[in-house]
């Protein structure tokens, strides 16, 4: 039996009547968070750009937070687009990379137009997840130092496999969708902190969609494409940088979701760094509340942590969300990092750009704890004050983002698109999204209240 055919098995074999409540509270809250990070970007130039020049025409489906309706693929493109046009979606530790705002785009427009149930939608959500994370455990970490986005370039499969659970496509066309996703894969780390990212999002979510929807139609692929000698796995990783036996043992025993489980950010930036914001905003609240009187600034993380993209200087408001000493001087400046801190004005501040000079970068042994830091701070008068973070709030399972933090970033998110009412009420029928009848009524909820977006 090949790859693809096995991953397709394995995915169709997850049973949602098994579920755990909890995984499944975990999912309704990625969901949310992700449609206010949509809602968040649909205002923005990257958006726009991709209605104009991305899209074939009008259609049936709804665009996230704007007033103009898509055919299918072209929606999937759009709102993945706007949903990661801000960097502030959720990530997978498993994937290292941001899923949920691949498969809600990929499987909104099925949901639409398909009359889906909230539950079946969660569910093929769930599945999606499993899907992608498995496959990467196959491939990370050596497929994201390779420079690959994962993303894109393995979100696709929870993407196409989503799309499939909700097109009811068997084992055979299942697995020719998994198959095609791979000569549609796509995303280099190049182009981080650049307009280019939030495409790599739109284009995995439409191709993941397009996937299972040709194989539904009877269209083919082979069936080796993924362990094939010039296949996804060689291609993409090379020989000896990959295990296909990782990538099928241990499904649902327990979901991905559960462990590790999807982180959903609580700041608007690179998820890498939430943790030494997390210790610098600790020292701002106690006793260093003046950043003025900080001589000397020492950041130590995990190595996996700190990549050329983190370790960058902030040198545009887009490549600001990447940056370690962006962030954390920010921390210690204002004592908090917002949404505004990521735009051009933001930039020029100086005691902001004083305080980034002085931050000194040290890489921790690799027993470290993984998303943790370690902060040391030297005050002009000599004394010396220490934070440590294990875990960053919103880690998962280990450490969840509380619930009024959830709500409050997403009324936050969506205040940018819909009507303050309006928004609020998204929020309940997604709080409740598995009960929901339709897919259709969330959808109308968030057209009602969108308002026009500002020429």
Not at 73 to 101: C, E, M, Q, R
Request: net charge negative.
């Amino acid at each position: 039996m090949s790859l693809s055919h096995e991953l397709a098995t394995r995915a169709l074999a997850l049973d949602p009547g098994g579920f755990d409540p909890t995984a499944l509270g975990f999912a309704r809250d990625a969901i949310a968070d992700m449609i206010g990070c949509a809602l968040l970007g649909a205002p923005t130039a990257t958006t726009e750009a991709a209605l104009l020049r991305g899209v074939q025409g009008d259609g049936p489906c709804h665009v996230l937070g704007r007033t103009e309706r898509l055919g299918r693929l072209d929606a999937a493109f759009v709102n993945g687009v706007s949903g990661h046009a801000l960097d502030y979606d959720d990530t997978s530790k498993s994937l290292s990379g941001h899923p949920t705002v691949i498969i809600i785009p990929a499987i909104l427009p099925l949901a639409e137009s398909l009359e889906i149930s909230g539950r079946a939608f969660l569910d093929a959500y769930v599945i999606g997840v499993e899907a992608a994370t498995r496959f990467a455990r196959g491939v990370n970490f050596a497929h994201y130092e390779k420079g690959w986005h994962p993303t894109a370039t393995l979100g696709i499969f929870g993407a196409v496999v989503s799309a499939g659970i909700l097109l009811k496509l068997d084992a055979k066309r299942m697995a020719d969708a998994i198959s095609m996703a791979a000569s549609l894969a796509s995303g280099i780390k190049a182009n981080f902190g650049t307009d280019t990212k939030p495409l790599h999002a739109g284009l995995a979510a439409r191709n993941g969609l397009f996937a299972a929807l040709m194989a539904a139609e009877g269209v083919n692929a082979a069936a080796t494409a993924l362990e094939h000698p010039q296949g996804f796995l060689e291609v993409f990783n090379g020989k000896g940088n990959y295990d296909a036996d990782r990538m099928l043992t241990g499904w649902g025993e327990p979901l991905d979701l559960m462990n590790p489980g999807i982180s959903i950010k609580k700041y608007p930036c690179v998820y890498s760094v939430h943790a030494a914001i997390d210790a610098v905003i600790a020292l701002h609240d106690g006793p260093v509340p003046d950043s003025t009187a900080v001589e000397d600034v020492v950041v130590r993380m995990h190595p996996r942590r700190l990549l050329p993209h983190v370790r960058n200087p902030a040198t545009s408001a887009l490549n600001a969300k990447f940056s370690l000493s962006y962030a954390v001087a920010r921390g210690l400046v204002n004592g908090t990092v917002r949404l505004d801190h990521f735009e051009d004005a933001a930039l020029g501040d100086p005691e902001v750009t004083r305080i980034m000079e002085l931050i000194r970068i040290e890489e921790m042994p690799e027993d470290f704890s993984d998303y943790g830091a370690d902060v040391v701070v030297r005050m002009k008068d000599g004394q010396v004050f220490e934070s440590h973070i294990e875990v960053p709030l919103g880690r998962g399972p280990e450490s969840p983002l509380p619930m009024e933090m959830l709500e409050k970033k997403f009324l936050d998110c969506a205040s940018r698109s819909l009507t303050a009412g309006g928004a609020a009420e998204v929020f309940r029928m997604l709080m409740k999204l598995d009960r929901l009848a339709s897919l259709s009524d969330l959808v109308a909820a968030i057209e009602t209240s969108t308002r026009p977006v500002k020429g």
